[in-house]
């Protein structure tokens, strides 16, 4: 499964951006995707994830600003960032694996992974 993550870029605090994650290969590798982020000298952190089923879950520090959402069609999953932060500056890592897990928010549940994109909020 190939994931190609796109749509990073600098914005200012308050501002928004949109996120894009193309999956390729196998059909059955998206029953949950999921957004993550790394910061500089920080863990990997849950961001948003999305079942099959189209229930979503978010971070708390995202909550409310934050929304994840799928095409089918395009077999491609987005996160929509309002109200940017400069401490949502990261780099924003989409993932995914075969089976939904009641441990979707740990990084290490996940299958396949994007290249990452870089999100650079100034205030």
């Known amino acids: 499964v190939q994931l190609q993550a796109s749509g990073g870029g600098v914005v200012q605090a308050g501002g928004s951006l949109r996120l894009s994650c193309a999956a390729s290969?196998?059909?059955?590798?998206?029953?949950?995707m999921g957004w993550f982020r790394e910061a500089p000298g920080k863990e990997r952190e849950f961001v948003a994830a999305?079942?099959?089923?189209?229930?979503?879950y978010y971070g708390n520090s995202v909550k409310g600003r934050f929304t994840i959402s799928r095409d089918l069609a395009k077999n491609t999953v987005y996160l929509r960032m309002n109200s940017l932060k400069p401490e949502d500056t990261a780099v924003y890592y989409c993932?995914?694996?075969?089976?939904?897990?009641?441990?979707?928010?740990?990084?290490?549940?996940?299958?396949?992974w994007g290249q990452g994109t870089q999100v650079t909020v100034s205030s």
């Open positions: 993932a995914a694996r075969v089976r939904w897990s009641v441990a979707y928010s740990d990084y290490r549940q996940y299958d396949w």
């Open positions: 999305l079942r099959e089923n189209r229930q979503t």
């Open positions: 290969g196998r059909s059955d590798s998206g029953n949950a």
